[in-house]
Nanobody, 115 residues
Framework: QVQLVESGGDLVPPGGSRRLSCAASGSIFNIYAMGWYRQAPGKQRELVAV???????NYADSVKGRFTISRDNAKNTVYLQMNSLKLEDTAVYYC?????????WGQGTQVTVSS
């Protein structure tokens, strides 16, 4: 089992920045990718960004150039740096970890972009 704990969600003004953290614990070996997803009210959960064990990254078109995913292997933590936040970035952000036969989710952290 892998446990994921997100933190960093908050109320942020448009144009502001925020960094989300996801700390992984438990059976974290063989995790080949970790990512961030988000779900806005009334919408489906969507991929925001993913980083593989090899360091490759991929982003949703809507966040390219504004968000950066990174990881600290020593801390077993993945980060999502969010800059130039827009109203439409408001959502619950979920951390995700993938192993070959299992996928794990965190409990989510709310990011609200509002003036």
């Amino acid at each position: 089992q892998v446990q994921l704990v997100e933190s960093g969600g908050d109320l942020v003004p448009p144009g502001g920045s925020r960094r989300l953290s996801c700390a992984a614990s438990g059976s974290i070996f063989n995790i080949y990718a970790m990512g961030w997803y988000r779900q806005a009210p009334g919408k489906q959960r969507e991929l925001v960004a993913v980083i593989t064990s090899g360091g490759s990254t991929n982003y949703a078109d809507s966040v390219k150039g504004r968000f950066t995913i990174s990881r600290d292997n020593a801390k077993n933590t993945v980060y999502l740096q969010m800059n130039s936040l827009k109203l439409e970035d408001t959502a619950v952000y979920y951390c995700n970890a993938r192993q070959v036969i299992s996928t794990y989710w965190g409990q989510g952290t709310q990011v609200t972009v509002s003036s």
